[in-house]
């Protein structure tokens, strides 16, 4: 077949790209058909690639095709590439159904251009094993060292359907890794960390390793003198962002201002999210506001981070604007914005939130939205509506949801609830010690001690040991953690004689702790030492003596902020006269003058 040049001016690649309809584009073929230009290589598949693109069923785009003598691989190559460009399930049987074409054809071998498209395809759980299929043909077809773009693409192939290690082995495997590959294994160890921050709101699973790795990775690339883009800069931005490392993420920031990279929606939705996981809500809207161009995306990490600081009626508000600009929410606009109900009690609104994805969008609710919805009732003491919810969902319910019902329970009190709840998560977490420790503060709270003793017992039995709270406080840039009652910093003598005048002017002020749900039957000073000594309370203590006497506090905790310990931060913020910005496993507390930004309700 005769080949005409990409470069050529001829009238007819500007009538192609012109066309908007496949009307349209039947009488460019047409004329092409006339003046033989349909024998050209370049031409034809341009017209393959339009027509693949007007035509929903690609079905006109393969009539044209099955026309063509003798395709070349290049043309078998267009059209799988073009074919894929909506992303669905039929396209990928269409796609993989020309490459078995290709494999039936003996003039024919496939080549570095036929595969990427392919592994992207198939990036998703059920077609993996297609994809591993594939994998073996790159290995029978291609000659080693293999094209970089047909690395990047078996790296995010494996990542995608959740293999990380696979993904990790192949990328140790390649001398001198280029950009696409530092950008494919960076986003591998990024994208697993938003599978959870995307659809577990409130949930305990520990990311952390993950988002590290992404910032270890980016050093390396630093060392190989590769210079990071865009696309690099997403990863490291939301790694920083669940690790609520501030400084590295004001440091990306400002990398991207000095290098001349585009703040495009993926760079700012990234920043958004940082600057909001550690506490800058200002920050993240001043991003916000000087976006370019907003899409669907930058909203979501948007109304996310006013949700998880307790804005509510703000979130709100931004989701009306949303409306405003045309932009068609998504699953994950309803989750965040039903999550901003939920941290502000406003139930009925939730509600009609959770109705109109159906109605109004043709949403179909996933299992986090009903998550999210009985959440949203067990927050405002509605358990035993929660726990109705929960047993009408028409998919079996997570340890996420019977988490959010036992937690329900106990604050509020429904000790039937709560053992049903409880129940459930042993079947489905047997060996989760957070599950046995909020029922076993139930038990406390209602000097239940028998039967406290019988749950420690048990978990004892099964070799279960209580996960320590930990908090870490963020010095000018340098993080350090403490664990509850821990002695092993360098100024833990210091430390410990300022959580002893924190003590005593608490007790001037009127405060009596919260002893309620201390987990063992002991005399009740001994239970306001265990409470002194919560990591919160060693971090604040450290930052009262490290810190400017201006600087706020930023505290993150692996675990749900105690009542006692919310009780006398918010004494402690007026006493010191010192802001204190506490991100626990669910949401952000901002502690000023006495108060709380979440108004005791979280």
């Known amino acids: 077949m005769n080949t005409l040049s990409p470069k050529s001016s001829h009238p007819i690649f500007k009538l192609i790209e012109q066309c908007k309809n496949i009307a349209t584009l039947k009488q460019v073929h047409a004329q092409m058909i006339t003046t033989g230009l349909i ?150 160890y990024a994208h697993n960390y938003f599978v959870y921050y995307e659809s577990n709101l409130d949930s305990v699973y ?13 050093r390396q690339m630093q060392k190989s003198l590769t210079c990071p883009n865009e696309v690099s800069l997403v990863a490291l931005i939301s790694g920083c962002a669940d690790l609520g490392a501030l400084s590295q ?55 996310r981070g006013l949700a998880v600081h307790g804005l509510g009626l703000e979130a709100l508000e931004l989701f009306k604007k949303m409306d405003l600009e045309g932009l068609v929410p998504d699953d994950v606009t309803m989750l965040v914005i039903m999550c901003a109900c939920s941290n502000v009690g406003l139930v009925d609104q939730g509600c009609k939130f959770f109705e109109s994805m159906k109605e109004d ?131 833990a003598k210091w430390i410990y004689l300022k959580l002893d005048e924190m003590h005593r002017r608490l007790q001037e002020h009127g405060h009596k702790s919260g002893t309620r749900e201390v987990l063992f039957d002991i005399e009740e000073e001994e239970k306001e030492n265990a409470l002194t000594y919560h990591s919160e309370r060693l971090a604040i203590a450290y930052a009262l003596i490290a810190s400017d006497s201006g600087a706020p506090i930023r505290i993150i905790k692996n675990l749900r902020v105690c009542s006692d310990c919310h009780t006398a931060t918010k004494l402690i913020s007026m006493i010191y006269e010192r802001e204190i910005i506490v991100r626990d496993r669910s949401r952000f507390h901002h502690f000023r003058n006495g108060t709380c930004s979440c108004l005791d309700y979280w």
């Open 249 to 303: 993420g004001i440091w990306a920031h400002s990398y991207l201002l000095r290098n001349g990279l585009k703040l495009n929606r993926y760079v700012g939705a990234a920043l958004i999210a940082v600057y909001a996981n550690c506490g800058r809500l200002d920050f993240a809207r001043q991003v916000f506001d000087q976006l370019l161009e907003r899409d669907t995306y930058c909203y979501n990490a948007m109304i």
């Open 39 to 188: 024998f050209h290589t370049y031409p034809l598949s341009r017209i393959l690639i339009s027509s693949s693109t007007i035509d929903a069923t690609i079905s006109y785009a393969l009539s044209i095709f099955n026309h063509v003598t003798n395709p070349t691989i290049f043309l078998f190559n267009t059209l799988i590439s073009s074919s894929l460009s909506r992303k669905k399930d039929d396209e990928t049987h269409f796609a993989l159904a020309l490459y078995n074409r290709i494999l039936m054809q003996t003039t024919l071998i496939p080549n570095s251009y036929t595969y990427p498209s392919l592994f992207k395809a198939c990036s998703s759980q059920p077609w993996l094993q297609h994809g591993r299929a594939l994998h073996t043909h790159v290995l029978k077809f291609l000659e080693p060292p293999y094209d970089h773009f047909v690395q990047a693409s078996l790296l995010n192939f494996y990542s995608k359907c959740g293999e990380l290690g696979v993904s990790r082995f192949l990328f140790d495997q390649i001398t001198g890794p280029d950009l696409a590959s530092w950008n494919s294994i960076l986003a591998a």
């Open 361 to 491: 969008y043709g949403i179909e609710p996933k299992l986090e939205h009903y998550g999210t919805l009985v959440d949203l009732f067990g927050r405002a003491g509605r358990v035993k509506e929660a726990e109705e919810i929960v047993q009408a969902i028409p998919m079996k319910p997570n340890a996420v949801i019977w988490r959010s019902v036992l937690g329900a329970a106990r604050v509020h009190g429904n000790l039937e609830v709560g053992e049903s709840a409880l129940k459930q998560l042993i079947q489905l977490e047997p060996e989760t010690s957070g599950n046995y420790v909020l029922l076993s503060n139930m038990y406390a709270s209602l000097n239940r001690w028998d039967d406290v003793k019988h749950l420690r017992k048990l978990m004892k039995d099964q070799g279960i040991d209580k996960a320590p709270g930990s908090s870490i406080v963020d010095i000018d840039g340098s993080m350090h953690e403490f664990l509850i009652g821990d002695k092993t910093h360098p100024d």
């Open 206 to 218: 520990d990311s952390s390793s993950l988002s590290l790795e992404v910032l270890l990775l980016f």
